[in-house]
């Protein structure tokens, strides 16, 4: 979970711009905001703006993408538009009003193309949210919170089909969203322990969403739908902090307790009283142990539900399914049957900050998440994986019914995408894979993160640090319960196994400089009969920046900086195709970026 918290304040007006490109070629970016904001007495505001506009990676300028169609995108062109607005301000002794606001608007297009079709994709994002909130003290040191979000996104999507024999269609809708949820919460001091404040936190709320979806082609409306999911939720946290400074006992410097719980209802769906308990145990100053166990609990969400579906026909030969004519039929997209994702989670940490070395900090994180029934597309990438993999055996059907193939054509989003080089024959559909969205069995992942640090002043306005931080993950994936189990970590388009960052960082007055260095783990390819190792990977950033004008909380300043990423240009290998249109490599874990170099100036006034 990932909590955004807009800046409170902010005084006074900063401009920035950047400019940039890959070397390879494409993707030449322009990016330029503002921010502007002021404070007084029991408030403030603040607004920002920001604009970006980059052109597209084409195919025909990456070597390693030379067996698509030059016009295909790897990195579509976008432009986008965003505002952020947040305000506050004491409306008497103890009362709080606030309201946060955030606008956006993106356009983007999206090229596909093979010696069979072209399609051009250029869909339009507009969104905003509002999140006004009210905070107010109640007796005894309670606090009282008061939230409503309402947003609202339209998503309209047009796609031009063009074929080989010269027909052509278009293919346009919406996929338009809105959520509306307000909550209430109260937080406090319950009672007193030796080592402070007993605390708890109570609170529920409710939380509609809405997908409203239509396809149309040549102006004719064929799928439209409106769904609403509703959800009512409760949820209570209490915090024990047993053993503080004050009580402190040698080989207990700190200890705290919390236990939490959380309801939540879907009507004529499902609904789940989800617990959760935390330990935080310090035995010397400097060093803390930490630990927590959970249920959780998801509905699925109405895209996962109800999100069209795409029909997609390739040769069999490819997958060694057949010869000649045979084709293999798969879909992929939304499914209205599944249900409801469980998890039963545990982790462990420790943090380090000697106080003999206080410019030395060490962090580490295990954790171990077991799912059941998680919603999830079985096949990542290419559905090769099927047919060499027995954990995904009951995903095809090597006889499938004509009329069902049928069926699924209809309701499709853009009707049959045939790839096969030969018309559309369901007595040649030798397999029938589905890959639509489902619940599998079991998803277990387990791994470490751990990140060391240190930071040492040098004096004289310079300073000297270094960050390493690494990953391991493991991950398999069980579709059902009688068949084997999947291994995901450490296949093409999932992650790695080992991924690790290191940097060095260096300052000197105006001056500051760093370098860092990203590693990703080998990937395996299992999708075809050989099987294939993706070497380690290492690319190295590099950035500098200068404060011309050193400027200092409100006194004007000014600064530029020059930034490369893969500064030595590190490539992704290649792997097979399943298809005229597949990613020649790795999308999950590469970019067709390439070495991106960057100039950017900021000024605050």
């Known amino acids: 979970m990932v909590n955004v918290i807009l800046r409170r304040d902010f005084e006074g007006i900063t401009t920035s711009a950047q400019i940039g490109a890959s070397t390879d070629g494409g993707n030449f970016r322009q990016q330029a905001d503002i921010v502007a904001g002021t404070r007084w007495s029991g408030g403030g505001f603040f607004v920002a703006y920001d604009f970006a506009n980059n052109s597209a990676i084409e195919a025909g300028q990456r070597s390693y993408a ?87 996104d339209r998503t309209h999507y047009r796609t031009a089909f063009a074929l080989q024999d010269g027909s052509s269609s278009v293919t346009e809708g919406c996929f338009c969203n809105e959520v509306f949820s307000l909550e209430a919460g109260l937080e406090g001091p319950l009672f007193t322990l030796p080592g402070g404040e007993a605390r708890l936190a109570v609170g529920g709320g409710l939380r509609n969403n809405t997908l409203d979806f239509s396809r149309s082609e040549a102006g004719n409306l064929l799928i439209a739908f409106d769904k609403t999911q509703r959800a009512r939720f409760a949820y209570g946290e209490l915090f024990l902090p047993v053993v503080s400074p004050r009580n402190a006992i040698d080989g207990v410097a700190e200890l705290t307790l919390s236990a939490a719980a959380r309801h939540e209802d879907y009507p004529g769906l499902d609904q789940q009283t989800t617990p959760r308990f935390g330990l935080s145990y310090t035995p010397v100053e400097g060093l803390t142990l930490r630990g927590s166990w959970a249920r959780s609990f998801k509905a699925p969400t109405l895209f996962q539900r109800f999100i069209p579906y795409q029909t997609i026909l390739l040769p069999a030969a490819v997958f060694g399914a057949g010869t000649g004519s045979d084709t293999v039929f798969f879909t992929s997209g939304g ?14 940490g420790v943090e380090l900050q000697p ?169 395996r390819d299992r999708r075809f009969e050989e099987e294939r190792r993706l070497s380690p990977s290492i690319t190295v950033d590099l950035g500098m920046s200068y404060k011309i004008v050193r400027g200092e909380g409100r006194e004007p300043g000014l600064e530029i900086s020059l930034t490369i990423q893969n500064l030595f240009d590190d490539e992704p290998e290649t792997l097979g195709q399943t298809g005229p249109t597949d990613t020649p490599y790795d999308s999950t874990n590469y970019s067709p970026i390439g070495r991106f170099v960057t100039f950017g100036i900021r000024r605050h006034w």
Do not use: C, M
């Open 335 to 348: 499914n209205p049957d599944v249900k409801s994702e469980r998890a039963r989670s545990w982790t462990a």
């Open 66 to 152: 030379s067996s698509l169609d030059p016009e295909t995108t790897l990195f579509p062109s976008q432009q986008r538009h965003a505002v952020t607005l947040s305000a506050h301000h004491e409306l008497a002794p103890g009362l709080e009003a606030s309201i946060d606001a955030l606008y956006s608007s993106r356009s983007s297009t999206l090229v596909a193309a093979s010696s069979a079709f072209r399609s051009e994709a250029d869909p339009e994002v507009e969104s905003y949210t509002l999140a006004p909130s009210l905070k107010f003290d109640v007796a005894g040191d309670w606090q009282a919170t008061v939230l409503g979000v309402f947003g609202r």
């Open 355 to 523: 106080v003999a070395i206080p410019e030395l900090t060490f962090s580490a994180t295990w954790y171990d998440i077991r799912y059941q029934d998680r919603v999830v597309r079985p096949i990542a990438g290419s559905i090769a994986a099927a047919f060499r993999d027995p954990g995904f055996a009951n995903l095809i059907d090597f006889s499938p019914d004509p009329t069902t193939l049928s069926e699924l054509i209809a309701g499709s989003l853009f009707g049959l995408e045939n790839f096969s080089g030969s018309p559309y024959d369901p007595a040649n559909v030798a397999a029938f894979v589905d890959n639509r969205n489902r619940n599998v069995a079991v998803w277990a992942v387990e791994g470490v993160d751990a990140r060391i640090a240190w930071n040492q002043n040098l004096g004289d306005e310079q300073s000297l640090s270094f960050d390493l931080s690494g990953s391991f993950l493991d991950s398999q994936q069980q579709v059902t319960p009688d068949l084997p189990e999947v291994q995901l970590a450490g296949t093409v388009f999932n992650p790695p196994r080992y991924r690790a960052r290191g940097t060095a960082r260096y300052q000197s007055g105006g001056f500051a400089a760093n370098i860092a260095a990203n590693y990703i783990g080998a990937l």
